[in-house]
């Protein structure tokens, strides 16, 4: 048996030493300087970097449960064929009552159990070393991770923090300049972050009337509805690139552009529950992951420059579109 650990600690520590790296490293010799990333970018690459830390983490988890299992296994072969060979090398001579050939038969069978035995306790030793490494690795991802993770939620509530600051001073202004009231609403969606445990139990009938919004900070909102659709749907406008999250908890059903919808995310969340995600600008998921609820799904699209950034968002149960709005309570 031939562990595959060796691999993936290889990957492992690539993708940790990378993420330690700082912008100004990865800059190859005699290249113009990039220019300064916007804090939107610092926010989006530490979010993505939080991504990979948590299915690095999750992977090695899973792999050092599986070192255990072998080496487990391997001790218990190692075990159990010790004590045939205590067994039989008690027999001592008897076997030459045998004749010759049992003799024989019974000195091989016994040198053939102490190689076994051998090589058992060599791959137990590799097994318990390769999770002894493995550990150390996982340890240092996780320190990595929860230091990252402090750093995205940080600039997460400042984000949010700024956004609507500045939209209290708009509404401010616009109250002495025009008393004509407006098709949209305006709404928050603070509560939406990676790691918000608000609507991660419970199924996705449970939230009628308090789901949390895909987008998070200020969102302009208004009924819409693309063409093929039997239902309305939201449209929720946000800066060009602005990050959409998961609902709730469920499974990629589709990823790809889709006619009027654009490039679309479907997530499955189980008992005939579905939200559709459309006019993204990037698709972050593929077809069959697992989501969990608050993770990045995509961006918001800007329909090509020639209308103004929205999210497109739908509700269905089954194949029936229902009205979103009293699923969020406004």
Same mark, same amino acid.
């Given at each position: ?22 912008? !100004?490293?990865?800059? =190859?010799?005699? %290249? ?12 989006g690459?530490a979010? $993505?970097?939080?991504?990979e ?6 992977a ?5 449960? @599986?070192l255990g299992?072998?080496?487990?296994? !391997? ?8 004590? /045939? ?5 008690? =027999? ?14 019974h000195a /091989?069978?016994?040198?053939?159990? $102490?190689?076994a &035995?051998?090589?058992?306790?060599s ?15 996982l ?11 402090v750093?995205?939620q ?10 609507s600051?500045?939209? $209290?001073?708009d509404?401010? *202004? @616009?109250a ?66 602005? /990050?959409?999250?998961?609902?709730? =908890?469920?499974?990629?059903?589709f990823?790809?552009?889709? !006619?009027?919808?654009?490039? *679309?995310?479907?997530? #499955? ?5 579905? %939200?559709?995600? =459309?006019?993204l ?6 077809v069959?992951? #697992? ?24 509700? @269905? &149960? ?13």
């Open positions: 048996m031939k562990p595959r650990w060796s691999s993936f600690i290889g990957s492992m520590l690539i993708a940790a030493s990378a993420a330690a790296l700082s912008p !100004a490293a990865e800059v =190859a010799q005699n %290249t113009p300087e990039p220019a300064e990333p916007s804090k939107r970018d610092l926010g690459d979010e $993505r970097r939080l991504s830390f948590t299915r690095e983490t999750q090695g988890k899973l792999e050092l449960e @599986r299992k072998d080496a487990d296994a !391997a001790h218990a072969r190692m075990v159990s064929r010790g004590r /045939v060979y205590v067994r039989l090398a008690k =027999a001592g001579l008897l076997p030459v009552g045998g004749g010759f050939d049992a003799f024989v038969e /091989v069978h016994l040198e053939r159990l $102490r190689n &035995i051998g090589r058992d306790v791959l137990e030793r590799e097994l318990s070393a390769a999770r002894v490494s493995l550990g150390r690795k340890m240092d991802l996780e320190t990595r991770r929860a230091a990252l993770e750093e995205v940080a600039m997460s509530t400042a984000q949010t923090a700024l956004l600051e500045q939209d $209290r001073a509404a401010f *202004t @616009r002495f300049s025009s008393s004509v009231g407006s098709a949209h609403t305006a709404v928050y969606g603070a509560g939406v972050g990676p790691g918000d445990p608000a609507a991660a139990s419970g199924g996705f009938a449970s939230l009628k009337g308090r789901l949390p919004f895909p987008l998070t900070g200020r969102s302009e909102i208004r009924s819409a509805r693309r063409p093929g659709s039997e239902g309305p749907g939201l449209e929720m406008f946000a800066p060009s690139g602005s /990050v959409v999250r998961a609902v709730h =908890a469920g499974r990629v059903a990823a790809d552009s889709y !006619a009027a919808y654009g490039r *679309t995310v479907i997530l #499955d969340h189980g008992a005939g529950y579905y %939200t559709v995600s =459309a006019n600008g990037s698709i972050e998921v593929k069959g992951d #697992d989501v969990p609820f608050g993770s990045r799904i995509g961006t918001v699209g800007d329909d090509n420059g020639d209308t103004a950034a929205r999210l497109y968002f739908e509700i @269905r &149960i089954g194949t029936n579109t229902v009205a979103p709005a009293d699923w969020f309570g406004i």
